[in-house]
């Protein structure tokens, strides 16, 4: 059951001060529309599990597993079976560094089974089976392993996606150019975002037209070039809204939207709430 929900914002409690929280969960209940800044992993272990993430329903068969991106909406039906649900604060992914890599594996959920690819189906369902049981084993060292656990899926499904894209390329050499490229181009928006970012400038940057830009961008990041601003601008956004001194219209500005009415709906499009409702949300729940 989700146990605080304020609106559609879940507050995931860790407990004793740990940072990932699992459910070994056979209950027949409906779990409403919400969203959380965990990463959530679901695999069910006995019958099949449905969910809806991002506005798309994904049935999940037996083992198969689903990872849903932290601040995405999503909602499971009350189905009988049990399944393993798995979520991890995003905040020790996002806010490292050398992860920044493996950040666009959050554009949307993924559904990893066998057709899809075997290697990585193996892979993670091998790692989440791990992580179940250091999650009860008590060790001193659990969290440490149930971190690099996760990171080893998340690492392996970004890697499967650039290969997928390389497949469809010309040639490895151009790949090779092309990743290189966008990485600078990633870097500068991530360094950029609150401020204007014109289609031009990004498109020079990559040293690529206006339309191929976007194609290409599209293709390595599982996401436009847009989605990807607006994320980074959204998310610089829930940190500066703990300060509740801080106007929204303001937030708005420093996070690099051009009017409070964009601010507005680029939030409630990726949060199901505006910003103050969110504001309110943090309040209650802090």
Known sequence: MIKNLSGVYETVEYENQR????????????????????VEVIIPLHNGFTVVSGGVEYHLSEKEIIVIPPGELHSMPAQDGRRIIFQCD?????EVPSLESILPVFSSAVHITPSLNKELYVLARKNILDIYTEYYSKAPMADVRIYMYLITILTAIREFQLNSADENSASAAENSDESRKFGLVTKYINQNYMYELPLEKLASIAGYSKYHFSRIFKKYNNMSYIQYINSK??????RLMADSSLPITEVAMQCGFSSLTTFNRAFRKAKGCTPTEFRKLFKIND
Do not use: Q
Not at 90 to 94: E, P, Q, T
């Open 233 to 238: 601008r959204i998310k610089a956004a829930e």
């Open 90 to 94: 995003n905040s020790v992914i996002s």
């Open 19 to 38: 940072f990932v929280m699992l459910y070994d969960n056979d209950e027949i209940e409906e779990y409403p529309t919400h969203w959380h800044n965990a």
